[in-house]
Nanobody, 120 residues
């Protein structure tokens, strides 16, 4: 199983980006999925999470600006980021809890990270 994050880039403050995280490999089901980020000199933090049923949660710093969603048929998660600020600059990582077969336990997987840079 692999998670592939994409969609990062360099934008100006106030602009938007959409990140994607595609899961591939032997997948039976995907439970919770999340986006984390690590800014230079800071610890990794949770940005947003979404359950298999679509319930979401957000860090206070991104509420009202970021929207997390998922397409279960495509095993893909998205993060729509609007009104970006320089403090959103970070490497963004996706995370997912995945079962590889019906009787398998849940395993936690991380994507490779995608760089988001917001200039002022």
């Amino acid at each position: 199983v692999q998670l592939q994050a994409s969609g990062g880039g360099l934008v100006q403050a106030g602009e938007s980006l959409r990140l994607s995280c595609a899961a591939s490999g032997s997948i039976f089901s995907i439970n919770a999925m999340s986006w984390y980020r690590r800014a230079p000199g800071k610890q990794r933090e949770l940005v947003a999470g979404i359950t298999s049923g679509g319930s979401t949660n957000y860090a206070d710093s991104v509420k009202g600006r970021f929207t997390i969603s998922r397409d279960n048929a495509k095993n893909t998660m998205y993060l729509q980021m609007n009104s970006l600020k320089p403090e959103d600059t970070a490497v963004y990582y996706c995370n997912a809890n995945i079962k590889r077969s019906l009787f398998d336990q849940l395993y936690n997987y991380w994507g490779q990270g995608t760089q988001v840079t917001v200039s002022s």
